[in-house]
């Protein structure tokens, strides 16, 4: 948990709202994700809505806490299990499977990558672990990879921050959608002769 809340801080600033995508638009975006329906609640954007959202003394106590610890934003995903909303148990995303995600959203809609890719996350890890900051607008995932592995979605920018198994203190990053860019031309040509 120490190693996630390190990462946390050093990815984190402004708010991107986040919203669950339908099932069928994920499984029809990317291949592999069933079409199950999607169970995702509406995310909660802020502490003062989550406290209101809030069932008992002990859920509030517990968001003020998290509020104390991320007073430029919200750990939505947190809050969410908090309130019940999400299970403790809800899946994380994949490097893999992110990086197909953005694939697929990087080959739509130019002006939209970035709330197309929170939306297909969103169905996937129920809502970012981070969302806020002061001045620039992130959203902020924190996978289930070892060593531990971050992105960060801004505007169209998402990137990918994993910890260098050489040197820990130093963290290794790149632009996903530019990594897509730089793949695509090489898959999609012709073989020449």
Known sequence: MRMRKKWIVLIVGGVLLAGGLSAAY??????????????????????????????????????????????????????????????????????????RIVSRVASGNRDEIGWNVIREFNRIHGAPDFTGGSGMHRTVYVLKENPPTSIMVMDNLIVLWKTDKENPDTPVSYDMVKQVERVAPESSSTPRN
């Open 26 to 99: 994920a499984a029809e975006r990317v291949p592999g994700l069933s079409a199950k329906p999607s169970s995702v609640p509406e995310i909660v954007t802020s502490y003062e809505d989550a406290l209101v959202r809030a069932k008992s003394e002990e859920q509030k106590r517990k968001i003020s806490d998290l509020q104390a610890a991320d007073p430029a934003g919200i750990s939505a995903r947190s809050v969410m299990m908090i309130l019940g909303e999400l299970p403790e148990s809800q899946p994380r995303l994949t490097e893999q499977l992110a990086q």
